[in-house]
């Protein structure tokens, strides 16, 4: 019987030397592990991607409104947010602290004031 090269394959039914071996438990369970974590590592990256994107939206030139009991001033020259901070202190409070939620608040990006901005005081202090 004459064949052609693309039907002896499909027409051979010889012995092959390869032994099919089947998966072993171990190698299917590090399977889904590795899958698990590409997947776990994928919604990371989105999740980050996502709050950076949105925290990247704030800018300090755009303030909220004021809630009620917050109080709004205007930056004197020479006004720091330590000299600010420090006179919102009370006792046995951490200046850091106040500081840190008058940047907050304010979406500042750095302790930076310019003259005639405005400064919310949470109601806090």
């Known amino acids: 019987m004459i064949t ?13 030397d390869k032994v099919v071996r089947k ?3 171990a190698d299917r369970r590090f399977e889904r592990v590795v899958v698990r974590l590409a997947a776990a590592s994928l919604l990371f990256v989105i999740l980050f991607t996502g709050f950076t994107l949105m925290k990247s939206d704030a800018s300090g030139e755009h303030l ?9 001033i205007y930056i004197s020259p020479g006004d720091t947010l330590w000299s600010i901070a420090g006179g919102l202190r009370k006792e046995g409070e951490d200046l850091r602290r106040i500081i840190y939620d008058l940047k907050e608040r304010n979406n500042l990006s750095s302790s930076t004031l310019k003259a005639g901005q405005l400064l919310i005081i949470p109601a806090d202090y």
């Open 4 to 16: 052609t090269i693309s039907s002896y394959s499909t027409n051979y039914k010889g012995s092959s």
């Open 23 to 25: 998966r072993s438990w």
């Open 64 to 72: 909220a409104e004021p809630a009620a009991g917050e109080k709004v």
